[in-house]
Nanobody
Framework: VQLQASGGGLVQAGGSLSLSCRASTRTFSSLGLAWFRQVPGKEREFVSRISREAGTAYAESAKGRFTISRDNMKNTVYLQMNSLQPEDTAVYYC????????????????????WGQGTLVTVSS
């Protein structure tokens, strides 16, 4: 499975961005999908997840501001980010897992089998 993330860019604080991640697989609907982010010098951290059955989970920092969704017909997972703040600045990575796809509570980097290349989100103050 190859994942291609896009949609990052520069936005002012309070603005919005929508990230997309398209997967090259015939079995997209069987995957669990997530977004992580990473700032240089820090560990990659969980942002949001959508399970195979479309159950969702969010990090505390993302609740109420970010929305994850998936379109199985387009093999794509999205992350709509609103009310962005400078602390949201990071490289955002999409990730997928197959064997735990039915579960919502998968927050660890090690639980994911496939990773995209990352897309940079910069929020200016």
């Amino acid at each position: 499975v190859q994942l291609q993330a896009s949609g990052g860019g520069l936005v002012q604080a309070g603005g919005s961005l929508s990230l997309s991640c398209r997967a090259s697989t015939r079995t997209f609907s069987s995957l669990g999908l997530a977004w992580f982010r990473q700032v240089p010098g820090k560990e990659r951290e969980f942002v949001s997840r959508i399970s195979r059955e479309a159950g969702t989970a969010y990090a505390e920092s993302a609740k109420g501001r970010f929305t994850i969704s998936r379109d199985n017909m387009k093999n794509t997972v999205y992350l709509q980010m609103n009310s962005l703040q400078p602390e949201d600045t990071a490289v955002y990575y999409c990730a997928a897992d197959r064997w735990g796809a039915m579960w919502v509570s998968r927050f660890k980097v090690s639980e994911y089998d496939y990773w995209g290349q990352g897309t940079l989100v910069t929020v200016s103050s």
